[in-house]
């Protein structure tokens, strides 16, 4: 089955573009599909497109400092020995491979942007361990990932169960839908148990014989040679102790800044429980690496040195938000969302919202941004197939189709690169490798996946 697994890395390869050059080509795909699928002019679309260039900033930024602050973490002494203590029990590829799935998985269940930290152990362990093969580890934590949406940073279910929420506000629902309906259901814990069996099995049993180890594959022999951070630390010190240096490698100012900000953490999770987000994780990770790194001048070069490979998100966010911009301002996915719950009836409607939710995210690879444009009328479908049920089953129905949205739009992740922007920076530091070197090991457990999903949508209770 490896050999497998490589015939279809080499077709990505020979095929599929660089990941700018995808969301180029998805942006012009959009485009005509609005021109011809909706009313807009040509002109209408290319302004829809520039108002959605926008729409990723805020969201660009927090990736930024999700991946520099949270690499900063690995970087550290502490984390470095830790890791060392740790391949004396992971040992070979054969372990490592379905270790990284299982902890990715418990990583993403808590929080998707956790994501990085499976990145960054993943990165760490296959500089330690031989024979590995580093684009299938890449391909590993990436996967591992797709869990994010059965877990407690689910963000449809999650809306769902908001006070007040904008489906509330417009009327399409009447209350709030309990995540007892959504991540308490026997749907999602199916689908999380399913995970958790089949993703390290699946991906043990795909993996590749041949090794090419990231020591291996490293662009440049600086890379190994690099001064440690301390070193370069004392390296930056006049030849006079001065005043700049003392305040510079000073650990006092520091120490003082990480505790008004350990304070802050402590009353953040005592007030809220453990309602965790972007910016409380970004937060957690400056904190925790003022401390690990001690001093101003240490965690300036360590926060240098986790900002080499950040170029792809900066510049290439405001394409995909463009894609966005077209797809909401023009109306094309409520024409496609329209389009999709007219053939459904409350057999097939399931299915039909899965499918929705995959197609749409090679446009709106966001669950959030995608549920704002298509979940008013998949609700609205369901209510008017579920008339004269009783409420709770109507409220069931739209459970339902909500999470399969929502499994259909993140599983789709593995056939486009957006979320690889994510990983790439930290596990492609310092070597050549794009997303075409990866998509490949992808392919095989997404077929796996979407037949067992599809199949549990329609069929397991919620």
Known sequence: MGDLGEKFTNLFKKYMPDAFVFA????????????????????EIITAWYQGFWLLLEFGMQMTLLLVTGYSIALSPIVKRFLSKLTQ????????????????????????GWMVITAVLGRELALRIKGVNYPYLIACVYFSGTIWVNGLSSTIPLLLNTENNYLIEAGILSDTIPTTYTLGSMLNISVV???????????LWLAPKNSKGLDEMLSSQSQNQEPTILEEAEGMREKQQSFSDRFNNSPLLQYLIGLMGLVYIVYYFSTNGLDINLNIMIF???ILGLFLHQTPIRYGIVMKRSSRNISAILFQFPFYAGIMGIM???????????????????????LLAFLNGAIINFAIPSA?????????????AVKELGMGLPETEVTKMIARASLSVAYGETLTNSLQPFYLLLIIPIMGLGIKIQARDVMGYL???FLVFFIALALMVLFVPI
């Open 89 to 112: 029990f992971i040992r070979t590829p054969k372990q490592l491979y379905p270790f990284i799935i299982v902890i990715g998985l418990i990583l993403s269940s808590i929080s998707w």
């Open 284 to 286: 957690v990770f400056i």
């Open 368 to 380: 959030g941004g995608e549920f704002a444009v298509v979940g008013p009328s998949i609700i609205n």
């Open 328 to 350: 909401t301002n023009t109306g094309l996915g409520n024409e496609l969302t329209h389009w999709m719950v007219s053939v459904g009836t409350i057999d097939s409607f399931p």
């Open 24 to 43: 180029l080509v998805l942006t012009l795909l959009t485009a005509c599909s609005a021109l011809f699928w909706t009313p807009s002019t040509i002109m």
């Open 193 to 203: 148990i399913f995970s958790f069996l089949v993703g390290p099995t699946l991906y």
């Open 443 to 445: 392919f095989l457990p």
